[in-house]
């Protein structure tokens, strides 16, 4: 067993795929539209699903805000270095809500990012 994907849904898709393909640096694997049911689906990440968790962009053609609730925390994502990305992502207009290192407590250097529908992303630094 391995996990498969996480599913974020989304305001507009197009200002997603971009964040998540040229600020974060995944690519799109693929995508489906359902005219009938009104939705189009793009999966994402850094390698083949068939060997890697990706995440799916799901695109409710008829509604534009979502709440995201209190229950959902963050996506993590390890970098080698997450102060060099955070710069990367400063400069490409992208949110850092929490400049990088060390976690309360702890010797792990982390950073935080928001995507553009306010989902928080984790930056964590490669040992």
Known sequence: ????????????????????????????????????????????????????????????????????????GHLAIEYDDIYLACNKIKQLGGIVSREPGPVLGGATEIAFVKDPDGYAIELIQKK
């Open 1 to 72: 067993m391995r996990l498969l994907h996480t599913m974020l849904r989304v305001a507009d898709l197009e200002k997603s795929i971009a964040f998540y393909t040229k600020v974060l640096g995944m690519k799109e694997l693929r995508r489906s539209e359902n005219e009938q049911y009104r939705y189009t689906l793009v999966f994402i990440g850094y390698g083949d699903e068939d060997s890697n968790s990706v995440i799916e962009l799901t695109y409710n053609w008829d509604t534009n805000e979502y709440e995201h609730g209190t229950a959902f």
